[in-house]
Structures are given as structure tokens and as C-alpha cells.
């Protein structure tokens, strides 16, 4: 539109598009009624769009400034006027008698009262769903059936004439009945009571409708329970069950569930023999669950009102029960899943309260309640608990296909997974650490030997390049053992030509004889090992005889060279290495 500052919060139709506010979905409704219950809200965001709309013209005149300084102003002129006119009227609103959204009343009727389960986990969660699907202010009040735990009829009369007179001055836009009791109670009494407002019976099995008495204002959602479906769920998931004990009441309804279950299993007699508590009060009922039989099974299906009249509310019955229980325990509805009962198909809690959600808006929409057909609700998908399985051994490759586990424990992976990935790469990065130090350290013992093997290399190649300079030298050493020999020798023939010969003197001789022999070959074993190309071995010398041999060596070559040499020795033992 031209004019319009982009941002600007204006609701207007844009290029032949409806605004989101406008009537089209619950959303734009909602919008719509908050609106109307409150108008001065309209005039202030009116009052906002003539400021944008003042803004936009600002600009435009600060455009046209140059060829055309009158315009702005006369159509800044009109636009306030019609602006303010516009505001004052809508301001003027709530005087002239403008219709504005009033909240919808609506009865939530429960059977035995709001903590029976499982009418109350369905009364919740319809509650919910109403407040989000509904695109008008709600004015829910809650009532309950205390007259359902009992066969007596007559206190109903005076429970009629109560509601009655409750919602004379108020009436209702709708009535919601929670169970089959509840359902029984409104259809018995619908001439007397409320005989023209809409009615939705919800959370009641179809077999529990009296579809004959329906009126033009009633609407069903209900629910298919598959009794036998369920039992056939505890024998695929335990295959060797022979008992299935069946927890039910003593109330009306129960009694009717009681019989009607025994028509569905019937075809089940033969294989699994049932037991069943209806006559029992709550307490014999823990006793004998607790002194079950092997392979034994426990369906729970309802314990409003035991054998001795006793009242049970909410969970505790059923917790009571798995308490003690030493069979697994089995049921039909979600509102008993999630601490007690393994699981199986169940009926959905959720969805059976959404559809009704939306049955009753459509009525309260305009529709006539007669006019809505809803299928019957059946079970949804099987979902299991996964601790009450591991308590019972149930193996997962006997569950139905496409099953729902739920409460799984999560493994040590799923529990820790950031901290195993850390350490992962905390120990990977240490192992290719070590892994490039020893191979490091490999590399260079590598070079270490490559390098002394070539410093030996070396120094057997400067002993050939000093060979001929030490030629004198060790012919002159050699030669000293050998003239000593020969001394020695002809020393020995001497004394042995002798009248007497002096074997004495003989002796010293040939000892002597034999240290020079070893004197020598000590010098030909070094000069052969100088030049070998063999590694040094390690043994342990005396360094003064080391260093004497040196001085001997190169004796030619210290004294021709006019070398003086000081050599100081150390006594033996600590001169060895």
C-alpha cells in the first residue's frame, strides 16, 4: 500500500490477501473476540495506525517538498480529521450496544468422582484440549456421579433436580459426559434435564450407548475395547501362561464389564483358565495376587468399588497391587500405563480427548451435535514398559511389530557419550603421541649407529693413513720381543753346555722367553685388530699399560720430533675400565 512504513502493525487487506486476524481459522477468532470483549484495546491500536499513517505522509511531504509544499499539509489536515473521527466512534463502541464474545459454559459431568481413573485422566486432558482448540473464552464447571458406585437409581432424582436448579439462570452451551456412567445418567434423564443443550458422551465403550435414545443434540465419541485382543497380547508376550487373574469390581458397571469380558475370551478357555476377584474385597485380592501359581497373568480392569464397598480413588489401588503382585500386570487404557502395568495396544488417552475437543467445538461453532459422526476409538499402538519387561523377563523379539518402548534405562553409550568420546580422543591423542616418540626414538638409536659405525669407519682409515708412519714403530717393538727370545735362547743352550748345567738359571730364561713370545703377539693382535673392520669389543684395560704401549709406539716419532712428554701413572685399581 503505498504510504505504509514497512514494520507498521496495520490490519489491512494487502494485494486481495485476508489479514491473519480475520475469521478463517480459531486463531483469527480468537483474535477477533479478544478484541470485541475489549474495544478500547481496538481504539489504542487504531490510535497507533494514525500515527504510522501520519509518519508516512511526514515523508512523502518531505519528498514532494519541492514542487508541491501545499499538498502535504491539506492531507495531513484530512487525514487527522477522519483519524480522530474514526477513533472517537470506535472508543463510542461498548455505548452503542456493539456484541461482544461472551464465554462458552460448558459441564464436565464425571462417573464416580474426578479421581477415579481412568475418567479422570480423560477429564484432564479434554480439559486441556478445549482451552487450545477453542477460539472463544471458556467457562468450564466440573460435577460428579457419586450415584454410579452404587445400583441404587433413587438418589439420581435428587441429584437431577440439584443440577437443575445449578444452571437455571446460567444456562450451559454444552454438556460433556466423562464414562459410561455418566453417559447412563444423561441419557436416563434427558427429557428432565437440559433437553435442548448439546451433549458429547465421551470415554464410553459404544457397547455402553443407548444409540436408540440418541437425540438431535447428542454427539459420541466413543471407544472399542478389545478385551480379547488384550488377553491374546499376555499370551504372545508370555507363551506359557495358564492362569490370567482378572482385577474388576463390584459396581454396576464393573459387574458389566465382568460379563462382558467372559463373552469375549471365551474362545480362550480351553488353553488359559481365568480368575476372577469381582467377589473378593481389595485385600483378598493382594493376598491371593501375592500366592499366584506359575505362568500366571493379571488384567486389570477396573476396581472402583470392591466386594466389601469399599471406595478406591486415583492410582493407589493398582500400586498397591504391582507392590505385592508376583505376576505381571497387564490393562486396556493408558491411564494406567507408565509405573505398574507392562504395556500392550492400548486405548490412547490423547486421542480420544482431542477428537472430542474438536466434536465439542464444532458444536459450539453452530453445528448440530446429531449431525457429527465420529468412529469409535480403537486401540492405538502397542507401547511397553521396558522396566516392568526386564522385571519380567519379557524378551523384546516378542513384542508386536512396530511397538513403542518406553522408560528404557539408557545404556552406558547414551548415558555418557560425550565423556567416552572425550576420553576416546584423550587416549587416540596419547597413543599417536607415543607411537611418534618410539618411532622417534628409533630413528635416532638408527643415526646413532649409522654415525658410530662411521666415526669407526674413520678411525680404521686414519690407522691405515698412519700405518706407514707407524711402520718403524712396531717393527721396532716387534723386534725387541724377538731379539729377547733370541737372547734368551742362546742364554739357555749356554748354561745347558755346561758340565753342570744351572737348570735354575735355564728356567728364568725360558720364563722370560715365554713373556716375551706373548709380549709379542699382544703387539702383532693389536696392529691386526687396528686394522679389522671388526666393532670394538669392550673389555676391561689398564690404563697405564695402555698408556705405555702409546708411548712405545710413538717413541720414533716423539723423539724426532724434539717432543718433550711428562706422563705421570696411577696406581692399578683405579686406573681400570
Not at 102 to 119: A, C, D, N, Q
Request: with cysteine; aromatic share 8%; charged share 20%.
Amino acid at each position: 500500500m503505498p504510504g505504509r512504513e514497512p514494520g507498521a502493525e496495520m490490519t489491512v487487506w494487502a494485494n486481495g490477501r485476508w489479514p491473519a486476524s480475520c475469521p478463517g481459522n480459531y486463531a483469527g477468532a480468537k483474535n477477533i473476540a479478544a478484541l470485541l470483549l475489549n474495544p478500547q484495546a481496538v481504539g489504542l491500536r487504531f490510535l497507533q495506525l494514525i500515527g504510522n499513517v501520519q509518519a508516512a505522509y511526514l515523508r512523502i511531504g518531505a519528498v514532494r517538498a519541492g514542487r508541491m509544499a501545499r499538498t502535504p499539509r491539506f492531507s495531513l489536515a484530512v487525514v487527522r480529521a477522519v483519524c480522530t473521527c474514526l477513533g472517537a466512534v470506535i472508543f463510542l463502541l461498548p455505548t452503542i450496544g456493539v456484541a461482544t464474545a461472551e464465554s462458552k459454559r460448558i459441564l464436565l459431568l464425571y462417573s464416580f468422582g474426578r479421581e477415579f481413573k481412568p475418567w479422570s485422566e480423560y477429564a484432564e486432558t479434554i480439559r486441556s484440549e478445549l482451552n487450545s482448540q477453542s477460539p472463544w473464552p471458556l467457562d468450564i464447571t466440573e460435577q460428579s456421579l457419586i450415584t454410579a458406585r452404587s445400583s441404587d437409581e433413587n438418589p439420581e432424582t435428587a441429584f437431577v433436580d440439584y443440577l437443575r436448579a445449578l444452571f437455571a439462570k446460567h444456562p450451559l452451551d454444552l454438556i460433556v459426559s466423562i464414562g459410561a456412567p455418566a453417559a447412563g445418567f444423561i441419557q436416563r434423564h434427558r427429557p428432565q434435564l437440559f433437553a435442548t443443550t448439546p451433549m458429547v458422551f465421551t470415554a464410553v465403550d459404544q457397547r455402553r450407548v443407548r444409540y436408540s435414545d440418541l437425540t438431535a443434540n447428542d454427539a459420541v465419541v466413543a471407544v472399542r475395547i478389545d478385551y480379547l485382543g488384550a488377553i491374546k497380547n499376555i499370551l504372545q508376550l508370555l507363551p506359557d501362561t495358564k492362569n490370567v487373574a482378572v482385577v474388576v469390581g463390584a459396581s454396576p458397571i464393573e459387574q458389566f464389564w465382568r460379563e462382558e469380558i467372559a463373552k469375549e475370551v471365551k474362545p480362550l478357555e480351553n488353553r488359559i483358565a481365568f480368575t476372577w476377584y469381582n467377589a473378593l474385597s481389595f485385600e483378598d485380592i493382594l493376598k491371593h495376587a501375592a500366592a499366584l501359581p506359575p505362568h500366571s497373568a493379571i488384567f486389570w480392569e477396573l476396581m472402583s468399588v470392591d466386594a466389601a464397598g469399599v471406595v478406591h480413588e486415583g492410582n493407589t489401588a493398582l500400586a498397591r497391587l504391582h507392590a505385592v503382585a508376583n505376576a505381571p500386570i497387564f490393562s486396556y487404557d493408558e491411564s494406567f500405563f507408565g509405573n505398574e502395568i507392562v504395556g500392550g495396544p492400548l486405548l490412547s488417552v490423547l486421542e480420544v480427548s482431542r477428537q472430542t475437543a474438536a466434536v465439542a467445538v464444532r458444536i459450539l461453532g453452530g453445528e448440530k451435535a446429531g449431525d457429527i459422526e465420529v468412529p469409535p476409538v480403537g486401540f492405538a499402538r502397542p507401547k511397553f514398559d521396558w522396566r516392568e519387561m526386564q522385571r519380567w523377563g519379557i524378551s523384546e523379539s516378542l513384542l508386536p511389530a512396530k511397538s513403542e518402548i518406553r522408560f528404557r534405562e539408557p545404556t552406558v553409550w547414551e548415558q555418557y557419550r560425550k565423556l567416552i568420546l572425550a576420553a576416546f580422543a584423550v587416549f587416540l591423542l596419547q597413543a599417536t603421541l607415543i607411537a611418534w616418540l618410539i618411532y622417534e626414538r628409533g630413528r635416532r638409536q638408527v643415526a646413532e649407529s649409522d654415525s658410530l659405525q662411521r666415526l669407526y669407519e674413520l678411525a680404521r682409515m686414519n690407522r691405515f693413513a698412519s700405518a706407514g708412519e707407524m711402520s718403524a714403530s712396531i717393527a721396532h717393538e716387534i723386534r725387541q720381543p724377538l731379539a729377547a727370545i733370541a737372547n734368551n735362547g742362546s742364554a739357555s743352550l749356554n748354561w745347558l753346555k755346561r758340565k753342570v748345567p744351572d737348570l735354575d738359571e735355564v728356567r728364568i730364561l725360558l720364563q722370560d722367553i715365554i713373556k716375551e713370545s706373548h709380549r709379542a703377539d699382544d703387539i702383532i693382535k693389536s696392529v691386526r685388530a687396528m686394522f679389522k673392520n671388526d666393532s670394538p669389543a669392550r673389555r676391561q684395560i689398564n690404563v697405564n699399560e695402555l698408556i705405555q704401549q702409546v708411548i712405545t709406539i710413538t717413541a720414533g716419532s716423539i723423539k724426532s720430533n724434539n717432543i718433550f712428554l711428562d706422563a705421570k701413572t696411577y696406581p692399578a685399581t683405579q686406573c681400570r675400565w
